[in-house]
């Protein structure tokens, strides 16, 4: 067979994964392993845009019964990588409205676990029977070990080098000093003749101590829109509060507020703690968090929320400004996850930014560096768009 014959056929089989059955007149049936992936995609995708007879060929693909669904689940396992997979099980619980599912266990035994899988089990966590429970705790312990070793490592780096520097004295003891940077500090100040540096400046830094150098306050809207955000800031909190020179708070609000601070040694418990969805009073968990505060130039308090605010809005900018004030380190975070650009309240978000504080959306990433740049109480308006650069390029 020619290769010319060869290519041509390979391009008819890649159109025919691609248009699905609806092409199988012209281009033939899909065989083999074709054929398995394309009627796993056909369970999902072939039901239509709508109308009374779209959910009966989409109950004709998968069906009601869990069983069916998780032999559905592990095909698609079998047959496409993780990050399709992921998508997939995302598009099969909106468009199919498998939700219900999700509650027995032989169900979640199958499912590929990641961020939005374990969204949604959070936010079904209420009404979830026992016996699935234990099979949704480890799905969520599954994908909160792989961020900790994603995110752990640098996160440590990050804060406790910011903190190394923001000790840094200009007037250290001799066994302070940091002769390093002295050097470097001092290098215009070169004598040739003498082969040496004059140091003008001597850069050092504090004794080391094992006391809390900064309070930090995580406040974490908890509506349906952030479970992503939600499930990041749990892990981050939990990571920040192992770090003795940090003093970690976690509060997670809709119209009521929960202090889940007690529970951050152990972030599977702190997820399950939460309660994704209902309304939003950003005021009422500011006015809390504010009680935690007693050290106002050395805490750090990040609000992560799209500032859809159902509380009183006048009082929450004075809050905020009752903080930046006395020295406290604001972050407003639009979104803490890989995303892309959030919904957000435009009026909110500008109202901050003319108090100082800039509201802006930050990935998994980055929130180490800016947790840094917190600490050094560098300027996080230019944080925010050094990001903004980043993302877009």
């Not at 099980?89 to 409205?97: E, K, N, P």
């Not at 972030?267 to 006015?287: K, S, Y």
């Not at 959030?342 to 100082?356: M, S």
Request: proline share 3%; glycine share 8%; hydrophobic share 45%.
């Amino acid at each position: 067979m020619s290769e010319e014959s060869t290519a041509g056929r390979e391009r008819a089989r890649r159109w025919r994964m691609v248009l699905g059955g609806a092409a199988e007149e012209s281009l033939g049936k899909a065989a083999g392993r074709d054929g398995a992936m394309d009627g796993a995609l056909a369970a999902l995708y072939d039901g239509g845009d709508g109308g009374e007879g779209t959910a009966d060929r989409r109950s004709a693909g998968l069906g009601s019964s869990a069983p069916k669904v998780a032999r559905w689940l592990g095909d698609i396992r079998e047959y496409f990588p993780s990050t399709v997979v992921q998508v997939m099980q995302a598009d099969a619980i909106d468009r199919l409205d498998l939700t219900r599912l999700l509650l027995e266990p032989e169900m979640l035994a199958a499912v590929e676990p990641d961020v939005h899988l374990v969204g949604t089990l959070l936010s079904l966590n209420r009404v979830m029977p026992a016996a699935a429970k234990e099979t949704a705790r480890q799905v969520v312990r599954t994908v909160v070990e792989q961020l900790e070793r994603r995110i752990e490592k640098k996160t440590r780096a990050a804060v406790t080098g910011a903190l190394n520097r923001a000790a840094r004295i200009s007037r250290p003891k001799h066994a302070d000093i940091d002769w390093d940077r002295t050097i470097l500090a001092n290098l215009k100040h070169y004598q040739a003749e003498h082969r040496t540096v004059i140091p003008e400046r001597l850069v050092g830094y504090g004794r080391r101590t094992t006391s809390v150098q900064r309070d930090v306050v995580l406040c974490v809207d908890q509506s349906g829109s952030m479970a992503a955000s939600v499930v990041f800031s749990g892990v981050f909190a939990a990571v920040l509060a192992s770090m003795r020179s940090l003093r970690t708070s976690l509060v997670v609000f809709d119209t009521a507020v929960v202090d889940l601070t007690e529970q951050l040694s152990d972030p599977v418990e702190v997820l399950f703690g939460t309660q994704l969805g209902g309304g939003t009073d950003i005021n009422r968990a500011i006015a809390y968090s504010q009680q935690l505060i007693t050290r106002p130039r050395d805490s750090i308090f990040v609000l992560i929320s799209d500032l859809y605010e159902g509380g009183v809005r006048d009082e929450m900018l004075r809050r905020v400004a009752e903080m930046t004030a006395a020295g406290v380190q604001v972050v407003v975070l639009l979104a803490l996850s890989d995303e892309g650009a959030p919904a957000y309240d435009h009026e909110n978000a500008a109202a901050l930014a003319a108090l100082g504080v800039p509201a802006f959306a930050c990935t998994p990433d980055a929130f180490p560096d800016l947790m840094a740049a917190a600490i050094e109480r560098r300027d996080l308006l230019a944080f925010a768009e050094r990001l903004a650069d980043q993302q877009a390029h």
